[in-house]
């Protein structure tokens, strides 16, 4: 599904970001993206959206080389990824519904497909009860459970989370993750950047880690790290 | 295709009504900027027409001698005829430039005049003012002339007094055009950096460039046209109501023509400026 070869992207400051790195996630895989702060995940994940461009090596998502797409092809390949940040990125003058209707409207659906499509996902993520209100009414959790649906409302082929529980308290955590198992259950490929030690030594998935632009460690049934606890 | 241009039409006006104070900024700009520049137009066109019709009335007139003899009259009278650049001429004999002297002249003066003591006189349009000067170069020294008279001196002043005017008008309209495209462009993208987030999602959920501007486009469009609206307004009251009177009085076609551009720059700064202000945050 996804495939870096070789790739190596340094900022205009001079530090590098990711270094030589080579990795294959498989279709329906779900990823942990470890590493301390500075150690190149969001690098990962803005390559992967197009947002950057690797100096060097290639690209693959679904067999494609991304970095041949036109400049113009890029927002197809975004509708085939979904995001979700650790700030939400919710529309703050628009209420729960219209966020998540507003990702299926900027693709073009017709009203019909966003009629049907939203409640049914806001059922999924437990708030579609909260469908009229705006998002500072609702708690963290509840907010990025929007962020989720908004992300995966048009069923992308590819899930990016960047610390998505990073603002959040364990049991909102535990919410959010719960939700990204469910969506990773569908067949879609979740790529998770995180700091959260006892959810990735929970979960027992994939464990990639990162240092200074290298991946150190690739684990199939993975922990944070041994050496965690004396490094941060 | 339907969805969007619902999508886009909905986009702009709930934008425009989100951010009314930011919309009135740009319309109240629009406005003031094009009634200014409107102005200036109107008022160049009118010392322009005014100017021409005051070269129109421009003569020249030559004098004969009073004893001149009939052949050096008759002299005069074929080489005015045969001159491609005059216009027309007319010939006042010496009976009745004495009686038009007896209507101008106070009464003292023409009383010391005898028919027979006055000039006879050849009164000609130029075709093109400013041979006026040709003429009268031409006659002075003929025999038989006793003096040819033009308003040179009148005509230079007036022509170099309304050149001026034109400039100073025009120049006045070209920066206030420039300064209202630069307010316009800041303000519009003020109006897109509140919303640069907005943006930023759109991005992220895989809209195209051109939808995320042509809502932004047409709500410049919109105030383009608002503000050019009451420029409209303000210029055509200049026209009806400042004294613009005689031959600066400019007809209805000259409003016209002043108001199509008005309405036409308006919403060519309002679309092309939010085009522009919205570049910068289409990249990534």
């Known amino acids: 599904m996804i495939r870096f070869e070789n790739v190596s992207k340094t900022y205009k400051n001079g530090t590098p970001a990711l270094r030589n790195v080579t990795l294959d996630i498989e279709k329906g895989e779900f990823v942990f993206l470890v590493g301390a702060s500075g150690s190149g995940k969001t690098t990962f994940l803005r390559l992967l959206l197009r947002e950057e461009a690797p100096d060097a090596g290639r690209i693959l998502e679904a067999g494609r080389d991304i970095g041949e797409l036109p400049k113009w092809r890029v927002p197809y390949l975004r509708r085939n990824i979904g995001c979700v940040f650790q700030d939400f990125r919710l529309l703050p003058n628009k209420s729960v519904f219209e966020n998540v209707a507003f990702a299926l409207e900027v693709i073009g659906r017709p009203r019909s497909t966003v009629e049907s499509q939203v409640p049914q996902i806001l059922e999924l993520v437990g708030l579609a009860d909260k469908a009229k209100n705006l998002p500072h009414e609702l708690s963290g959790g509840e907010q990025q459970r929007v962020a989720v649906a908004r992300a995966f409302v048009n069923r992308p082929l590819i899930l990016l989370a960047d610390e998505p529980t990073g603002n959040l308290d364990p049991a909102n955590s535990e919410s959010i993750m719960a939700l990204l198992e469910r969506i990773n259950r569908t067949g879609t490929t979740v790529v998770m950047a995180t700091h959260d030690k006892a959810l990735v030594d929970r979960m027992r998935r994939r464990v990639v880690e990162l240092d200074r632009g290298e991946i150190v460690r690739d684990q199939v049934r993975g922990v944070y790290g041994i050496d965690e606890g004396v490094a941060i | ?284």
Not at chain 2, 19 to 33: F, I
Not at chain 2, 134 to 148: D, E, I, R
């Open chain 2, 1 to 284: 295709m339907r969805v969007y241009l619902r999508y886009a039409f909905k986009e702009t006006f709930t934008n425009l009504w989100r951010n009314r104070m930011m919309t009135v900024a740009a319309v109240l700009t629009v406005a003031v900027s094009l009634s200014l520049v409107g102005s200036a137009l109107l008022l160049k066109q009118s010392a322009a027409q005014a100017s021409a019709q005051w070269q129109q009335g421009t003569r020249v007139t030559v004098w004969m001698q009073p004893n001149a003899s009939q052949s050096e009259i008759d002299s005069v009278k074929t080489q005015l005829a045969g001159m491609p650049i005059v216009k027309d001429c007319q010939y006042f004999t010496q009976a009745q430039d004495y009686q038009q002297a007896k209507t101008l002249l106070p009464a003292d003066e023409w009383s010391v005049l005898t028919p027979s003591a006055t000039p006879s006189s050849f009164r000609c349009v130029p075709t093109v003012p400013t041979d006026a000067f040709t003429v009268q170069s031409t006659f002075t020294n003929q025999p038989g002339v006793y003096q040819v008279t033009a308003p040179e001196q009148q005509i230079r002043q007036m022509n170099h007094a309304i050149r001026i005017l034109q400039i100073v008008f025009l120049a006045l309209a070209a920066v206030l055009l420039l300064s209202a495209t630069v307010l316009i462009l800041n303000t519009i993208r003020m109006a897109i950096f509140s919303r640069r987030r907005e943006v930023s999602v759109m991005k992220l959920v895989g809209a195209t460039n051109w939808f995320i501007r042509v809502p932004f486009i047409t709500e410049g469009f919109i105030a383009g046209l608002l503000g050019s609206t009451v420029a409209m307004l303000a210029v055509t009251a200049l026209h009806t109501w400042y004294p613009l009177h005689n031959e600066f009085a400019l007809n209805t076609s000259a409003l016209v023509g002043t108001n199509t551009v008005v309405l036409v720059v308006g919403v060519v700064i309002g679309s092309v400026g939010s085009a522009i202000a919205i570049r910068r945050f289409l990249d990534v």
